[in-house]
């Protein structure tokens, strides 16, 4: 009796051990790899070209920015059960209200669509170069996919609703941009760039005017 | 009393009390000095089966669209005085290699066009859906050499670059890029 506890003692400690170095040496996955979900990895799919376009952007200023923004409705289903039934059949801990809060990081690139320029906006005489830039613009507001954070997802979100929020965080990035005097600060640096850049190209006298 | 009143909610205070931290919401302002010569519209479809995990019973399928625009030109910070020579009416440019300048899918250019979820499995959240558009616009940065970006950014350059030095009364020029010689005589 005795001499069976201890081989079955001796079988279970061999065992242990056993599945402790294979673990350590990691031929068998660990207790939390063997529940823990598998990751999800898209398909590797070709990018195909739908347009290319010619441009000819002076990109001065970026500026980098990060917002949140939120959104809150009504549930249906719950507001529907609570008025039917007087609050009585209504789960009391469910949420009457569907809420979403995304923080987005994104960029704010401004800069002078040198595209713009009329034909008449250079003028040259000897060592001297005028040149007529167009304004400043907000050129591009990025805020991809990788830059957004789902902080709170409650209840039942469409994909329109949930891009309306994206777009809100968007317009909200360009209000910032905006408070922030970007396209003044755009300006200022297109005229310095373009001045550096005449003078290097052998202009000693150079006059670099915006337009209005 | 007050310690047992205390212990009865402080579980419901802990749980319960998932408040927004405040965000410190920051604009950094970033002097740049890029010239955006290309923009490329592409299209790509991210599509997935999460079917990998032995222990959740039946298929999350997603197919989703997206386009995205790729921007790409010059860097004129990289430019010094010495890559600029000038002899009369003659210019020679060596310009750094293109480089992409910009990546941007907008959320309304995504679109679902197909989900599939077992009765056992919960729908894609959000924070998924774009975990998943992550990966592709990975997959997109990774495509740009392929697309020939880089290389129709520098003949844009090139182009833009000779009008630009033709209209200030220059008759030769020369522009590099790197190791690659484009000349444009005017004629």
């Known amino acids: 009796m005795f001499r069976s506890i201890k081989a079955i003692l001796i079988i279970i400690v061999v065992a242990a051990a056993g599945l402790f170095l294979l673990r350590k040496l990691d031929f068998i996955p660990s207790w939390n790899q063997v529940f823990s979900a598998a990751p999800l990895e898209i398909d590797e799919t070709p990018v195909l070209i739908k347009e290319v376009r010619e441009l000819a952007s002076l990109i001065t200023v970026t500026g980098y920015d990060e917002v949140v923004v939120d959104s809150v409705h009504a549930d249906p289903n719950q507001i529907a059960l609570r008025t039917l039934t007087g609050g009585l059949a209504a789960n009391p801990f469910a949420p009457m209200f569907d809420r979403i809060v995304l923080v987005a990081k994104g960029q704010v690139i401004c800069g002078t669509d040198l595209k713009k320029m009329s034909d008449s906006a250079i003028r040259v005489f000897d060592d001297s170069a005028s040149v007529t830039i167009p304004k400043a613009e907000i050129l591009d507001i990025i805020i991809n996919p990788s830059g957004f954070e789902t902080f709170i997802e409650e209840g039942n979100w469409s994909d329109q609703a949930i891009t309306a929020v994206k777009i809100k965080a968007r317009q909200k990035m360009r209000d910032r941009a905006m408070q922030q005097q970007l396209l003044s600060k755009a300006n200022t640096r297109a005229i310095s760039l373009m001045t550096s850049m005449l003078q290097a190209s052998g202009f000693e006298k150079v006059t670099i005017n915006v337009e209005r | ?187």
């Open chain 2, 1 to 187: 009393m007050k310690y047992l009143i205390w212990l009865l909610f402080c579980p419901f205070l802990l749980c319960c009390g998932k408040k927004l931290d405040r965000v410190q919401e920051v604009l950094t302002i970033r002097n740049m000095n890029d010239l955006a010569t290309v923009e490329y519209v592409v299209t790509k479809i991210i599509k997935t089966n999460d079917n990998k995990t032995w222990y959740k019973i039946g298929d999350r399928k997603i197919l989703m669209s997206c386009q995205a625009s790729i921007k790409a030109g010059i860097d004129f910070s990289a430019l010094k005085p010495e890559n600029i020579t000038i002899n009369g009416d003659e210019i020679s440019l060596q310009l750094p290699p293109a480089k992409m300048i910009s990546l941007s899918i907008r959320p309304e250019d995504i679109s679902v066009q197909y989900e599939d979820v077992g009765v056992f499995r919960q729908s894609f959240s959000q924070a998924e859906k774009d975990l998943l558009l992550s990966q592709g616009e990975e997959q997109i940065k990774s495509s740009i050499a392929s697309l020939g970006v880089l290389n129709t950014a520098e003949t844009n350059a090139s182009v833009f670059l000779t009008q630009f030095l033709k209209k200030l009364g220059y008759k030769k020029i020369n522009i590099r890029f790197g190791d690659k010689a484009i000349t444009q005589p005017v004629g």
